[in-house]
Nanobody, 127 residues
Framework: QVQLVESEGGSVQAGGSLSVSCSAT????????MAWFRQAPGKEREFVAA??????????ADSVKGRFTISRDNGVNMVMVYLQMNSLTPDDTGVYFC??????????????????WGKGTLVTVSS
């Protein structure tokens, strides 16, 4: 059974930091691109960051570049994906989703291009 499970999000004041993680099990995610998306209230889901299969390439939305860091750990039966978020602003508030794409690397980060999704975790940044 394929599962992507995000860690609990949380609440933080503007300027603070927060880290979320995702555990991916049920198939060999070590050969897949992993990504984070987010969805703010009333808005569409948007790409945040991605990392290729071996962690050598990372990609970020312009809105988070320089503030967020994505990383991964390819375990034997589980892949962990991390998102370190610094200098948070209220605009970073939303439900953060872990996603996987069956590709070693990709430049296609459209929501519809992802193959598997987690259920999401809420991150709230207050001003």
């Amino acid at each position: 059974q394929v599962q992507l499970v995000e860690s609990e999000g949380g609440s933080v004041q503007a300027g603070g930091s927060l880290s979320v993680s995702c555990s991916a099990t049920g198939r060999d995610f070590s050969m897949e691109t992993m990504a984070w998306f987010r969805q703010a209230p009333g808005k569409e889901r948007e790409f945040v960051a991605a990392v290729n299969w071996i962690g050598s390439n990372t990609y970020y939305a312009d809105s988070v570049k320089g503030r967020f860091t994505i990383s991964r750990d390819n375990g034997v039966n589980m892949v962990m994906v991390y998102l370190q978020m610094n200098s948070l602003t209220p605009d970073d508030t939303g439900v953060y989703f872990c996603a996987a794409k069956r590709a070693l690397d990709t430049y296609d980060y459209d929501v519809n291009a992802m193959d598997s999704w987690g259920k999401g975790t809420l991150v709230t940044v207050s001003s």
